[in-house]
């Protein structure tokens, strides 16, 4: 069973829009969540986080929204931009464990 | 300053092999992970460490796989006769402190094909 699960596996936005990646979890004993980056051939980049006690965090161009009671939680990108273009993963932290999607590929045409 | 290394970058072992994957962390930092990516999936947690301590191997797949870090900074992951099955990249990232988990600074892996 996948507790961390990124229904779309792909996203493609205009430059300028919003894109709102969307991500659903099962366990309610996580106490933090997460989206990372990647690019090809590299690691994943940590983006931003929200403890399980807020449900909202901003950082720049980049706010994450958390639903407890819907156990959801969505990363809004404003105003979406071509350096964008990635692969971003959400995930889970309960302890030192963390638990990932497998992944939503955002595409930003200019 | 270097983010964290890993090596070698590509490994190609034959069925059976035992392989040895390095993961050298950035300068300083507290806690290491070790996690597994199949083709087209996200990050699968193996193991966890703080300083030299394993406080989480509950990811680990089989008693073929061992991790160690004995002086708190440079961590081997150990997979003993490879199956097709190990074939995946093998990431590595370390956390500056114990209390900021969510902080953790990924290398680019290590892709293991067993032919």
């Known amino acids: 069973d996948q507790q961390v699960k990124q229904n779309s596996p792909s996203l493609s936005v205009q430059e300028g829009r919003i894109s709102i990646l969307n991500c659903d979890y099962t366990n309610s004993m996580f106490d933090y969540f997460l989206w990372y980056k990647k690019y090809p051939a590299e690691g994943p980049t940590f983006l931003i986080s929200?403890?399980?006690?807020?449900d909202k965090n901003e950082d720049g161009r980049f706010t994450v929204f958390l639903n407890k009671s819907a156990k959801h939680l969505s990363l809004h990108i404003v105003p979406s931009q071509p350096g964008d273009s990635a692969v971003y993963f959400c995930?889970?932290?309960?302890?030192?464990?963390?638990?990932f999607g497998d992944g939503t590929t955002l595409t930003v045409k200019p | 300053g270097a983010g964290v290394s890993q090596s070698p970058r590509y490994k190609v072992a034959k069925r059976g092999q035992d392989v040895a994957l390095r993961c050298d962390p950035i300068?300083?930092?507290?806690?290491l992970f070790w996690y597994q990516q199949a083709l087209g999936q996200g990050p699968e947690f193996l193991t966890y460490?703080?300083?030299?301590?394993?406080?989480?191997k509950s990811g680990l797949p089989s008693d073929r796989f061992f991790a160690e870090r004995p002086e708190g900074s440079v961590s081997t992951l150990k997979i003993q006769r490879t199956q097709q099955e190990d074939s995946a990249v093998y990431l590595c990232?370390?956390?500056?402190?114990?209390?900021?988990?969510?902080?953790?600074?990924f290398g680019a892996g290590t892709r293991l094909s067993v032919l």
């Open positions: 300068s300083g930092h507290v806690s």
């Open positions: 990232a370390s956390s500056p402190r114990e209390d900021r988990l969510d902080i953790q600074y």
């Open positions: 460490f703080q300083n030299e301590a394993q406080l989480d």
């Open positions: 995930a889970a932290r309960t302890g030192g464990k963390s638990t």
């Open positions: 929200i403890s399980s006690i807020k």
